[in-house]
């Protein structure tokens, strides 16, 4: 696990966690039907790998979205309870992606846009949302070390895949 540059605030992370909490509260009273959490997942999954593609439009938009959220924290924080909400949480990262895990991850990025197009209203915002609260809590220590194995996962596969249509499989 590499710092990162860029940390997330505490109120970042409370709102990150306030848009799971919603949603799951949705999937959970609402019948908790596993294809449900779907674009949960795919959302949360691509916006922490969204944080260790550096240099790239994946990562520009990571960033975006952790200080979209850490200024509506911010606000909404201090709003509520009057207190300051400025503390930076200690940075992680996930680590780095291999060439191979770079093609990898486009091609998530390609499925989530195209998931996207097709979803509802509903879906939309569960993808969003928990794009979201991937982009900022998988840039705290905490998550970033619970999550440090995700980049190796998606390497491997990606050289799996090299080593496929190189026929070294």
């Given at each position: ?7 997330a605030s ?103 846009v195209v ?33 440090n194995g ?20």
């Amino acid at each position: 696990m590499t710092t990162a540059t860029t940390g997330a605030s505490l109120a970042a992370c409370a709102i990150a966690i306030t848009f799971m909490v919603v949603y799951l509260r949705k999937w959970w009273v609402g019948g908790r039907a596993l294809k449900d959490l779907a674009p949960m997942i795919q959302g949360f999954v691509c916006g922490g790998l969204a944080t260790i593609c550096f240099g790239g439009l994946a990562g520009w938009v990571a960033g975006c979205a952790r200080q979209a959220v850490g200024s509506i924290g911010g606000k909404a924080v201090s709003g509520t309870t009057g207190t300051p909400s400025g503390d930076t949480l200690a940075a992680g990262s996930l680590g780095r992606l291999t060439e191979e895990g770079g093609v990898v991850v486009f091609l998530l990025f390609v499925l989530l846009v195209v998931i996207y197009k097709a979803a509802s209203k509903d879906d939309k915002g569960r993808l969003l949302s928990f794009f979201a609260a991937g982009a900022v809590l998988c840039v705290t220590a905490g998550i970033a070390g619970v999550l440090n194995g995700l980049p190796d996962l998606i390497n491997s596969l990606g050289l799996s895949a090299r080593n496929a249509l190189e026929g070294t499989a």
